[in-house]
């Protein structure tokens, strides 16, 4: 197996390999940091780079396979990014803003000492947008993360860094966020698998429930296996969260190798009331619905309620973020100044009425699961944008385009349910495609039994963009 192999091969397989010893985790980390070395600098898919402490990490786990070998956790030796929005001690947490490139954190958060329980190697921090705002990873005061099946186009974001070093082989998987599609958009843009999990599948903590539960951690990867495996290894509950979940039985990850039975299954190209999505992501869906047809599953089309009123509800809650933040508003940029602001003038009790509506519309969301399993629909109402593309606009100019845009995804943030994202193909200017399926509140088994045999009837992950045999 040559080097750029290697770097494609999938998460569960390189632990395979090194439980085997037929590859050290000193070699894969020295592969993969190679391999940001020379491609990083025109990807910008890491903010931060931590060769010292990964290589270090390595060779220490590299002379543990000499000893205690049966005790091993999972992905021992694997390596992994997290995203900049997420701590890890010794490292600095940017949250997209430059003037935070020398705050260090102290401590690992929660879901950060799950992945090292795990057995995984950080590789670094990966770029998102700023203050994790935006769909497209272009912070102020840092290279903008760039696609890697084309560079003039965004990765998205929210989570854009963390896509596009999973797609160019720069990690084998990630650790991303979704509080409107910031899994599912990167995951969609760049050819990949993206959970976003039910609300209290994975803990926040240290921190508590600061958007009502919209936004939460989640897997990005090249297969659904690995990105399931790695869902098992987020989830769970830490003491003091505010919600959570059981454990799934089976697991995740086996359940990406059971079957799913014969699901009902709806699906849907329009979201009321901002319109039906472009041609290229309808197809994907007609094609996709067409397949699990032909799966044996019974499939029909839907429509989803009138989402107009959710959206100045949601917007309200996901701005609020904002005036949280503990910075300057000079060191924000023109668009996070303006949302600042807005944010500001709403008093708290808009702010609690935007909640309990947001919780009534999502009722009447989940209603529409109650005769369905599974709602298959696009990621994005069309496919991504070049990077710096909407950088001259008026802020709510901006805020308009970006809520049309992520307009399928924000909904199952509001309801808490959970989705995923595959990849089906191309456009015509060879950019990837893909779909979204939603399940029922906590039914990720189901979606990834589903997801599972829908890569096994139209396989992906073997998929390289240009730039990752650039060697």
């Known amino acids: 197996m040559n080097a750029t192999d290697l770097a494609f091969t999938p998460a569960l397989e390189q632990a395979r390999l090194i439980r085997q010893k037929e590859v050290s985790p000193l070699e894969l980390v020295e592969l993969y940091l190679e391999r940001i070395e020379r ?38 030796g694997v390596p992994i990014s997290i995203k900049d929005l997420n701590s890890v001690a010794g490292m600095p947490c940017t949250f997209g803003l430059s003037v935070l490139k020398k705050r260090i954190a102290p401590e690992d958060d ?7 329980k ?7 921090k990966t770029t998102t947008s700023e203050m994790g705002m935006f769909p497209y990873s272009e912070p102020p005061g840092f290279p903008p993360a760039r696609n890697p099946w084309n560079l003039d186009y965004t990765p998205w974001g929210s989570s854009g860094g963390a896509a596009a070093a999973v797609a160019a082989g720069l990690c084998p998987v990630a650790q991303g966020s979704d509080g ?13 698998v993206g959970i976003k999990p039910s609300r ?13 539960g919209i936004a939460t951690n989640g897997p990005l990867g090249r297969t659904v296996a690995d990105t399931a495996a790695l869902l098992d290894v987020m989830s769970g509950y830490i003491t003091g969260d505010p919600y959570w979940l059981p454990d799934p039985d089976p697991s995740f990850q086996a359940m990406a190798g059971i079957p799913p039975g014969q699901l009902r299954i709806a699906f849907v190209n329009a979201i009321p009331p901002l319109g039906e999505a472009e041609s290229t992501c309808q197809k994907a869906v007609l094609d996709t619905a067409h397949l699990l047809e032909s799966l044996g599953h019974v499939v029909e089309s839907a429509e989803l309620p009138d989402l107009g009123d959710l959206i ?67 990621v994005y109402m069309h496919p991504t944008i070049r990077v710096g593309e909407w950088a001259g606009l008026r802020p709510a100019k901006t805020l308009q385009k970006i809520i049309h845009w992520i307009a399928p995804c ?18 015509p200017n060879n950019l990837p495609l893909g779909v979204q399926l939603v399940g029922r509140p906590a039914s990720e088994s189901t979606l990834i039994a589903l997801a599972a045999q829908i890569e096994a009837a139209k396989p992906w992950h073997h998929q390289r963009p240009p730039i990752a045999d650039d060697d």
Not at 180 to 192: D, E, N, Q, T, V
């Open 200 to 212: 209290g599948r994975i803990s926040m903590a240290p921190f508590g429930d600061r958007l009502n």
């Open 110 to 116: 929660g879901l950060v000492s799950r992945i090292r």
């Open 410 to 427: 924000p909904p199952f943030n509001a309801t808490g349910q959970p989705a995923i994202a595959l990849p089906t193909g191309f456009t």
């Open 118 to 124: 795990a057995g995984f190697i950080i590789l670094g």
């Open 39 to 76: 491609l990083n600098g025109t990807l910008g898919s890491y903010i931060t780079i931590a060769a010292e402490s990964a290589i270090a990490e390595a060779k220490a786990k590299t002379e543990q396979l000499n000893d205690d070998f049966d005790s091993i956790p999972p992905f021992f």
């Open 312 to 378: 100045e509800p949601f917007t309200i809650i996901w701005q609020s973020i904002l005036d949280e933040a503990r910075v300057p508003e000079f060191v924000l940029g023109r668009t996070c100044r303006w949302l600042r602001t807005r944010a500001r003038f709403a008093s708290c009790g808009k702010y609690l009425r935007s909640v309990a509506q947001m919780q009534v519309i999502s009722r009447h969301i989940v209603e529409r699961f109650n005769n369905i399993d599974v709602m298959l629909m696009p």
């Open 180 to 192: 409107g599609g910031s899994i599912r958009g990167p995951a969609f843009c760049c050819g990949l």
